[in-house]
């Protein structure tokens, strides 16, 4: 089994984040376009995270995803903690992360006069600067190892 098909079946534990199947299946093709990083336990892939270049020194989040299994076990944020390392070691000063939905708190609409929390806004969740960037690496923080799928 190829790593699209891995992601893809990691995405398919996650109904509630990626239960639209056009855009799963766009995530999938993705990870073959995109430079995706994945962590693994022995032959496994518990998550993946594959990024977008849009400027030389900016770069994005495209999708991340951990099984639901393996969730709260750090592997999320070894993946970033190793996109952060790679990209900074290629120069880019700026990662952008966007989340959808409602854990993103609300978000204020001044028409309503009340907050919104609609699923189908996009909000800026997070900007990492990169230069100088200090991770623990996962291998010192007990996670799974990632790897370049490319």
């Known amino acids: 089994m190829g790593v699209a098909e891995q992601c893809e079946r990691v995405l398919r534990t996650l109904p509630l984040w990626f239960g639209i199947e056009s855009s799963l299946l766009e995530y999938v093709q993705d990870t073959e376009r995109f430079p995706t990083f994945v962590a693994r336990a022995g032959t496994d892939i518990l998550g993946f995270v594959t990024v977008r270049e849009h400027f030389a020194e900016a770069w994005e989040v495209h999708c991340i995803a951990v099984t639901a299994a393996a969730r709260n076990q750090g592997v999320g944020r ?9 990209l900074t070691a290629r120069g880019v000063r700026l990662l952008q992360v966007k989340t959808r ?15 919104d929390s609609s699923p189908r806004r996009v909000r800026v969740r997070s900007l990492s600067w990169l230069s100088g960037v200090s991770r623990t690496s996962a291998a010192e923080s007990g996670a799974a190892m990632c790897t370049d799928t490319r």
């Open 78 to 86: 070894a993946l970033h903690a190793h996109v952060e390392r790679w």
């Open 101 to 115: 939905g409602y854990s993103c708190g609300p978000f204020w609409s001044p028409a309503r006069g009340r907050p």
